[in-house]
Structure formats: C-alpha cells, structure tokens
C-alpha cells in the first residue's frame, strides 16, 4: 500500500485494483501519481429552476439499458442537456466510457480516470444513465457506524416494498469510503468485464459528501443495475466516483419512491 | 382426442393441458363441453378517438411486471379504461386472473376459460398488461405457410435490431392456431406455474383473426415476458387466448418499433 499525498487531502490514496466491486478479488498492481485540478473547468451547464410537469414526478428515466453497456456500447445520442430534461439527480457515464457521472442538484459532474469530479456541459453525449427529480419520500438520520453492506440491509428494513425502484442519497459524514472510476476507452471499444480488470479506486477518509443512487429489483436482468448502485461526490464536489466499499458515520438518508419507470432504448 | 361441435366452428376442440406452452409435456385430461355465448355483453367500453400527446407515441406501457404475476399479485388497481389511456394495442389479463386480455383498435377483450371472448368495461381492474398506440413501421405480407417458431425466425430476420421492444401485429389467414386461457382463481391464490398446469387450451383450424403481441428484449429478466408474446382474437372477435402453437398461411405482419418503455410498477 503506498499513500499519495494530494493537493485535496481527502484524495488520500489511488490504486490500481482489479475486480468490479465488493466481493471480488483484487490485487494493487501499481500506484501512480495524480494531480488535483484547480477549480472545474467552466462550462454552460448552469441548472435553472423549472416547474415539474406532474408527469415527470416520481418517475425514475434512464437511457440505454446495463446489457448494451456490458456489450461495449459505449458511444450514446443523448447529450447531458437532455438528460438534464429528465431528472436532476442520479448517476451514469460519458461516451467512450469516460468516467463516472453524478447529477447532483441538476448539475451533471464527471469524475474521471485522474480521480478529480468536474462539471459536464450539456453537450457532452453520455451511453447510458439513470436520473429522476428526486423529492425524499422517507428521511432517515443515522448516526451509528456501518458498511455498505450493513447498510444497504439497514435501507432494505425500512423500504415499504423491495418490488419498486427507490431513489437514494446518502448525505454526511463517512469515516471511510472507496470508490473507482473508468478510463476513456478507445476503438475498437473492449467488454465493460475487462475495461474494470484495470479500473483506478480512490479511497477517502473521514469524508463529507454525498452518495447519490438508486435500489432497483432484483427481478430486473440486464435492464439496469438490480440492487443498490451508488456514485459519491465529496462535500466540496471534487472529488468522488462509483462506490466500491464504504462505512458511514453520521449520514442523512433520504428515499425517493418512484413507481414509474420509463426506459429509453437507444435504436443504434 | 374429443371434437366437440359448437356453433361457432372456429373453436373445434378444448382439452385440458398442461404445461405452459410449446416444447412442454402436455397430456390430455378430459375433454369438457362448453357453450358459445352468443353475442357479446354489452359495456360503456366504447372506444373513443384522441388526438395523441407526442409523447404516447412510439411508446410501450405496461402495468406492473411479470415478477409480480409469477408471484401471485393476480390484483390490480388499474382500471380498463386507465389502461385505454396508454394504448389500443396490447395484452394481459385481469383481476383474479380472469382470462387473457387482447387489446385490439381500442377495445379491451377477454378470452375467459370457456375460450369466449368479450368486450370488457372500462371499471374491470387489471394486474398486468403491455400496451402501446400501434403505427406500423414496417408492414410485410407473408404467403409462406409456416409454423410459429419459424414465423419468429422470420420476423427476427426482418427487424432492424434486437435490442429494443416491437409491437406486432400479424393479420390474415392462419391454417392452424392453438392458444389456452387462465381460469379466474380464488384465495388465497396459487402460483402462475401451478394455475397453467391445468388451463384449458383451444384449436382453431382455418381461422382468420389477428395475433397481437410484442418482441421483448432478451436480457429483461421478469420485467416481462423476453421474446415473443403473443394473444390471439378470431376476426369475429368471439374467441381467441395465448398463443401456445400456430402454423400460418397468407398473413400480413406490422411491426411498431418502440424505444421509449414505460413500466407503471404497483406499490401494494
């Protein structure tokens, strides 16, 4: 284990891991330097305040399916400006597979290979993401230590049902958490199975930030991320990712009923 | 095998089988006589024309999900007419399990267990069905006789890909056609696979009607049924069911490519 230190000291160290997630195995393979960006690149993707249609209420939008993702569909037509239509809160890539995306807020933010989070302008195209208007339904302080595993089981205990899809955001303080993003991949695109073999994790201690995700059923094969599917972004939104491990400390969990599922397929 | 006449020489045979569809062990049980309700009940559920929000169009709803139908959840609180609003074209069924629904030109018809059909009013809740507001995309007039799992071969070979949902419609002459019904069950309810083990099934032998029906991606898990799905409706709309078999002659098929699926998921 070699420690890095950073400009962000909440960057505290970045390994090269193989493995998808919690449960597989991984093995550091190598540490490398990285620099932290001063300050988000400036961009026209400024969110305004809009009157919701009601239709647009308690509907959990994604465009594209995991299946075409896992096939090496990396490339999408929808641009961030139009996913923006469709939620301001949720998670996602970029094309080419170019890092982890949150949408916080009605800000879409990237957090690329280098492990720094930036805003995305709305005419980036993304492949394949998942977005809703969120409005707490059920909030939730939880001030005991747990991991993800232990919370998610906690989540699960005060869900109404485990048959529809749930918008969750996680926000405060998390005593450890680790998190990887994807390099921009090049043509001819490989499988999404062996884009991860090399994927670069970013552990952060004592951190405040905000998970943003989505438990969706189990029932639903490819069509998305069955289960609990969390991207973090830190307090000061530089820095986060796709969550690997966590252990919160003192959080605010707020869950978002959405009953209405809608799906765009991409026809290309 | 036991031919029964009846007035309406389209329906020539009901057995009772078992198995849920082609390719199953089936055995004949008894053979049960039945009566052609002749004409059909009369309802409110007169369809009326509209003019489509852009956003109907080129749309696939469904009303819960085939998880929950395989569950057991055989109770909805979706109405006909609420289903009417998201579509003329579809299928599923009712509360209780009460039969196959086809939706076809607006109307809501039920094939109950005595393999009658009727038109069906707007008040009688649903558990599950896939709608859409049918346009053809691509129309092909088949000559061929040929028998189910080569039509679905055929049609594969025809649509531009496989990763989105179709709406089909296949119209015309078909020399042989088998489908079954579900008998309305009672509490507390059994599971989908134990109800089919003894559903009444129905052959029709030079019948002209209209297969409606959809091709669901393969990777949907339970969202719905993956592949093909197909209901049946005799062109003088008193009989029909679930397609189990069919060989056909001189029909034409519409294809509706649909991108943007739209899943209404129960909360109780």
């Given at each position: 284990m070699i420690y890095i230190a950073?400009?962000?000291?909440?960057?505290?160290?970045?390994?090269?891991?193989i493995g998808l997630g919690e449960g597989t195995?991984?093995?550091t393979l190598s540490a490398i330097f990285f620099t932290i960006v001063l300050g988000?690149?400036?961009?026209?993707?400024?969110?305004?305040?809009?009157?919701?249609?009601?239709?647009?209420q308690n509907v959990l939008f994604q465009?594209?399916?995991?299946?075409?993702?896992?096939?090496?569909?990396?490339?999408?037509?929808?641009?961030?400006?139009?996913?923006?239509?469709?939620?301001?809160?949720?998670?996602?890539?970029?094309?080419?597979?170019?890092?982890?995306?949150?949408?916080?807020?009605?800000?879409?933010y990237q957090v690329a290979s280098d492990g720094v989070a930036r805003v995305m302008d709305d005419s980036i195209k993304i492949p394949f993401a998942t977005v809703a208007y969120f409005e707490a339904d059920q909030t939730v302080a939880l001030k005991q230590s747990m991991d993800c595993s232990e919370l998610k089981t906690y989540i699960d205990?005060?869900?109404?049902?485990?048959?529809?899809?749930?918008?969750?955001?996680?926000?405060?303080l998390f005593s450890y958490i680790k998190t990887r993003s994807v390099p921009r991949q090049?043509?001819?695109?490989?499988?999404l199975v062996d884009v991860i073999k090399?994927?670069?994790?970013?552990?952060?201690?004592?951190?405040?930030?905000?998970?943003?995700?989505?438990?969706?059923?189990?029932?639903?094969?490819?069509?998305?991320?069955?289960?609990?599917?969390?991207?973090?972004?830190?307090q000061d939104?530089?820095?986060?990712?796709?969550?690997?491990?966590?252990?919160?400390?003192?959080?605010?969990?707020e869950i978002d009923y959405m009953s209405n599922w809608q799906i765009l397929l991409p026809t290309t």
């Open positions: 950073g400009i962000d000291s909440s960057i505290a160290k970045r390994v090269i891991d195995m991984r093995s988000f690149i400036i961009s026209g993707c400024q969110s305004s305040h809009k009157v919701l249609p009601s239709t647009k465009y594209s399916t995991l299946d075409a993702l896992l096939q090496g569909a990396y490339d999408g037509n929808m641009s961030c400006g139009e996913l923006k239509d469709n939620g301001d809160f949720g998670l996602g890539t970029f094309n080419a597979l170019d890092g982890e995306m949150i949408v916080m807020d009605g800000q879409i205990d005060v869900l109404p049902a485990k048959n529809i899809t749930y918008g969750i955001k996680i926000k405060g090049t043509k001819p695109y490989p499988l090399t994927q670069p994790t970013f552990e952060f201690f004592q951190q405040r930030g905000t998970i943003v995700g989505f438990r969706l059923p189990e029932y639903i094969g490819e069509v998305n991320v069955a289960g609990y599917h969390f991207h973090f972004l830190t939104k530089k820095a986060g990712g796709h969550v690997l491990e966590c252990q919160v400390k003192d959080v605010i969990i």
